[in-house]
C-alpha cells in the first residue's frame, strides 16, 4: 500500500490513544504544495486521499493530485482520476453472475497457459444473499419458514455455487440468506467509515470507507460518511481484481438543510421531497453532499434513507460528513470503542469532521431546503420522483387513471372476485408492502409502522380482504426490536407477518397475487396498485398484475392496506369502522413522534445489534448442510439450468485483435426516452410462451419451478433471452404492441426480440439499437449490457445515456454512441427498416466524432456525425480488447 513518490510528503503519523497509525494527511499535503486543499468538498477531499495513497507515478501522478484542488477555479473539471475503493459489495442477483466471470476467467487463464489461482479478488469483497425470497405465503405465521425452504428449494444450485466460492476464492466472504439486506447489513455492520490495515512490514495504514457495488443502492452507507455508489458487475469485477476505476473529477452539488422536520412528518417524506428536487435540478453524473445545520436534527437513520435514493435523485453519491451523530451511530450499532476514537481522530486531523457553524465547503452550485417544510408525500404511479402530497394523492391518481392510463369513463368499474363476497375496482390496493432497505433500516418509520397498527388493533380496523400484505425486514436487528416493544404481534394481527429477511416487492419478488385476485384483474383490464416502502416504482417492476405503483412510508403502506384503495384521501376520509361503527381517520391512528422516540430508547440497543451480527457468516441449518464440489476451478454441470459457463472468452487468444467495424447493420429497438435497465435487463417472472420460458421448458423445468430472473443471472441462455423483455417496454418498430418484440427484416416478420437477433445472427448481420434520452437510467445492471452484447448488438445510439450503463457497454465491447445538434433517430425520420453502416473502429478516439452511414429502404443515404462516448483512455483499452474482463486477463496472464 505504501506509495512511491509521495510528492506532498503527506504520509504521516496519526496518534490515537496507546495507538499509532500511518495516515497520509491532508494538511501535510496542503502545507507542502497542495494548495487549498482544505477547501474542497468532503467527498473530493477522500478522492484526494485515494490518490495520494495510490499516488505511483503511471496509474496516479502528481498532476492528477494536483487537479484536485484545480477544480476550485471552475468547481468542475474534465481530468479523468484513477480511484481504487477499499472494498466491494455485492447481493447474490448481480454478485454472482460477477463470480460466475471469475470461475470462468479462472478456466480461460488456465486455456491461456497462466495460474488460475491469479485470479483471485485483490479487495475485500462481501456478497450478501438478500435478492431470492419471494413472497409466496404471507399473512400467516409460517410464512416465513415457508418462503425460506422454498428460497432452498429453487436456489440449491446457486447456493452451492457460492459456498464453492467462499471457499476457493481469497478476500470473499458470503453472508447468506435470511440474515437482512446487503446495503442494511452494510451500514449496520460491514461498514467502518474509517478503515485501517496492516502494510507487510506491520504498519498499520488508516484511511476512509470507501467502496464500489454491485446494487445502485449502495450510496445507502453515504448516510455513514462512507463514499460509495454502485457500478456495473463489470467495474465491480475489474476493482475487485485490481484494477482502478476511472472517473472524472465531478461535479459537486451542495445541498443545504435547515430547520427539522414537524410532528407527523417521516424520512420518506424528506426523501422523496429531495429527490424530486435534485430530478428538477439534474444532478446524474454528479456528487451531492449534504451540508447546513439541519444535519443536527437529522439523525444518521434518516441521513442513510436519503443516501440510499440516489440513484433515483439521479446522482452518483448522496454524501454525509462525519459529526457527532456518525460517532453515536458507529457506537450505539456494536462497532468497537477502538473503532471510534479513529473514526473520530482521523476525522478531525483531515478536516472530514463536521461541527455544528461550520463554513462550508466550494461546491459547483447549491439547493436548499427547510426542513420545517416538508409534507406527508407519496410518490407514483411510476416513477420515485413523481411526488405528490398525501393530501392530493387520490385527485393525482384520477388524473393518471386519465393520462397514464386512459381509463377516465371507467372510474367507478367493479369486478367481482370469484368465490368471495366482494368486488375489486380501479385504483385498489393489491399490494401492501414493508420492504426495501430504504425505510427499514429506519428505526423511526418502522416502530411507527408498528404503533399505528396497533392503534388500528385496538379500534378494531381490518386490512381489506383483496390486499397481498407483507413484511420483508432490512436485518434481523429490525426482527428483534419489532419483537422485543410488543409490536410484532401488531403487525401479524393485520396481515404484515414476517415473510423474509430481503428485497422482495421492490424488486419484483412480491409474488404472485392470490389467484382469484389475479384473475379480476386481468378480466377487468383494473389498474391494480401496490403500496410499498421501497425505492423502486417503475411500471412492470414489482408485480405483472399492478400497473400503479406507490412508494410510501411504512405506516402509511399499513394505513394504505387498511383502506385498501388509492380512491381514499387518507387526510379526509376514513381508513374503515370501529367495532362500534363509527369513522376512524388516520390522524386517530398516527402515532406523535414522542411516543416513535420512547419505542426506540427502550428497545434498539448496541446489545442488540451485537447479538444478531454475532455469527452472520454462519448461516441457518439451511445454509450449514449446502454441499460444495470443485476446488480450485469450478466443476461446472451442463445439466444446470442456474449456472452455467459464459461463452465470453470462447476462442480467445493472448493479444487483441482490432476491433471490426460495422456494416450494414440491421436496427433491433427504437425507443424512447427513460429506458431504464428495468426495461433492458432480464426480471420479474418468466413466462411459458417466452423465449426464456420456451428454453427452460426444453430442459424440463416445470414452469411452477421457473423461478425467476433474477435467480437464474448466473445462465447467459436464460439472461439473454430474457433482455428487452419486459412486459411494458415499447419498441416503436411496433407502435401500439407492448414487451419484447420486434420486426425483421427484409422479411417483416413480426417476433420476438431474441428470436430475431438469433436469425440475424445466423445471417450474419450486426445489429444497432436507436433510443432517446436518460437510456440505461435505474438500477446499475450487468446483464443489461451482458444481453445487449449476447444478442449481438454492435453500438447504441441515443441522445444521452445514464452513467452507469454507458460505462457497462464499454465493460461488454458495445459502442455507445450520442446524436449531436439536436438530432434525434425521430428527426431522422428512421423506422427500423434502415441499414447502419459505422466505420472507423480501428481509429477511435475518446469523446471524437464518428460518422454513421444510414441507408434507406429506396436506396437513399445519409450520413450522421454522432459522439463516441468512450470518455476516457482508459475505457478505449477495455473496448480495443473486446470488454474490460478480457483486458484484466490478457494483464494477468501476460
Known sequence: MTSSPDSFKSRQTLQVGDKSYAYYSLKAAEENGLKDVSRLPYTLKVLTENLLRFEDGRTVSKADIEAMPGWLAEQKSTREIAFRPARVLMQDFTGIPAVVDLAAMRDAMKHLGGDPKRINPLV?????????????????????KRNVELEYKRNGERYRFLKWAQSSFDNFRVVPPGTGICHQVNLEYLSQTIFSAKEEDGTEVAYPDTLVGTDSHT?????????????????????????????????????????????????????????????????????????????????????????????EYGATCGFFPIDAETLRYLRETGRSDERVALVEAYAKAQGMFRSTGDAHPTYTDTLELDLGEVEPSVAGPKRPQDRVLLAQAKQEFAKAMDTEFKRADQAGKRVKVEGTDYEIGHGDVVIAAITSCTNTSNPNVMIAAGLLARKANEKGLKVKPWVKTSLAPGSQVVA??????????????????????GCTTCIGNSGPLPEAVSKAVNEGDLVACSVLSGNRNFEGRVNPDVRANYLASPPLVVAYALAGSLNVDLTTEPLGEDRDGNPVYLKDVWPSSTEVQEFVRANITRELFASKY???????????????????????????????????????????????????????GLFLDSITTDHISPAGSIKAQSPAGRYLLDH??????????????????????????????????????????????????????????????QEGVPLVIFAGKEYGSGSSRDWAAKGTNLLGVRAVIVESFERIHRSNLIGMGVLPLQFTNGQSWQSLGITGEEKVTILGFDDIRPRATMQAEIERPDGSKETVDLLCRIDTEDELDYFRNGGILHYVLRRLAA
Not at 438543510?257 to 424520512?267: C, D, N, P, R, W
Not at 404481534?489 to 404484515?496: N, P, S, T, V
Open 614 to 668: 454475532a455469527d452472520v457468516f454462519k448461516g441457518d441449518e439451511h445454509w450449514r448442510e449446502t454441499q460444495v464440489e470443485g476446488g480450485m476451478t469450478y466443476a461446472w454441470d451442463g445439466n444446470s439450468t442456474y449456472v452455467q459457463n459464459p461463452p465470453y472468452f470462447v476462442g480467445m487468444d493472448a493479444q487483441p485483435k482490432s476491433p471490426e467495424d460495422v456494416v450494414g447493420a440491421r436496427v433491433i
Open 124 to 144: 475485500p469483497v462481501d456478497l450478501v444473499i438478500d435478492h431470492s425470497v419471494i413472497v409466496d405465503e404471507f399473512g400467516n405465521p409460517q410464512a416465513f
Open 219 to 311: 450510496t445507502m452507507v453515504n448516510g455513514a460518511a462512507v463514499l460509495g455508489w454502485g457500478v456495473g458487475g463489470i467495474e465491480a469485477e475489474a476493482a475487485m481484481l485490481g484494477q482502478p476505476i476511472s472517473m472524472l473529477i465531478p461535479e459537486v452539488i451542495g445541498f443545504r438543510l435547515e430547520g427539522s422536520l414537524k410532528e407527523g412528518v417521516t424520512a420518506t417524506d424528506l426523501v422523496l421531497t429531495v429527490t424530486q428536487m435534485l430530478r428538477k435540478r439534474g444532478v446524474v453524473g454528479k456528487f451531492v453532499e449534504f451540508y447546513g445545520d439541519g444535519l443536527d436534527h437529522l439523525p444518521l437513520e434518516d441521513r442513510a434513507t436519503i443516501g440510499n435514493m440516489a440513484p
Open 700 to 761: 424440463n423445468v416445470q414452469p411452477v419451478d421457473f423461478n425467476q430472473y433474477g435467480t437464474r443471472r448466473g445462465n447467459h441462455e436464460v439472461m439473454m433471452r430474457g433482455t428487452f423483455a419486459n412486459i411494458r417496454i415499447k419498441n416503436q418498430m411496433v407502435p401500439g404492441v407492448e414487451g419484447g418484440v420486434t420486426v425483421h427484416h427484409p422479411s417483416g416478420e413480426q417476433m420476438p426480440i431474441y428470436d430475431a437477433a438469433m436469425r440475424y445472427r
Open 480 to 501: 428483534g426490536y419489532l419483537e422485543k416493544a410488543d409490536l410484532q404481534k401488531d403487525l401479524d394481527a393485520l396481515g404484515f407477518n414476517l415473510v423474509g429477511f
